[in-house]
């Protein structure tokens, strides 16, 4: 089965950096889309960046300029270096992929797998 591990959240002052990392693993044939969304408490969960297989991407409003989304397609994998966080920053941040596997013979694609979720706290 196809599996998306997140890793990097941490507790961080205001201004400070983090790098997220996502890695997907399994009978992955190919990987279209990947990107970032996050949820705060009692909130949605909302879009935060996402990557083409070609590398080109797209930011939500809040995070233009400061964060970037990357990936290696080699190694099956999508960064978020996020840059100047703030405390509204504050989140669970999840992985998404839109990916086509290859099982039994069969290729399958889904747009709707999903991490389990890093914490990214900013706070003084």
């Known amino acids: 089965q196809v599996q998306l591990v997140e890793s990097g959240g941490a507790l961080v002052q205001p201004g400070g950096s983090l790098r997220l990392s996502c890695v997907a693993s399994?009978?992955?044939?190919?990987?279209?889309?990947m990107g970032w969304y996050r949820r705060a408490p009692g909130k949605q969960r909302e879009l935060v960046a996402r990557?083409?297989?070609?590398?080109?991407?797209t930011y939500a409003d809040p995070v233009k300029g400061r964060f970037t989304i990357s990936r290696d397609n080699a190694k099956n994998t999508v960064y978020l270096h996020m840059n100047s966080l703030r405390p509204e920053d504050t989140a669970v941040y999840y992985c998404?992929?839109?990916?086509?596997?290859?099982?039994?013979?069969?290729?399958?694609?889904?747009?709707?797998?999903w991490g389990q979720g890093t914490q990214v706290t900013v706070s003084s």
């Open positions: 990557i083409t297989s070609g590398g080109t991407t």
């Open positions: 998404n992929a839109d990916l086509t596997r290859f099982n039994g013979g069969v290729y399958v694609r889904n747009n709707d797998y």
């Open positions: 399994g009978n992955i044939f190919n990987i279209n889309g």
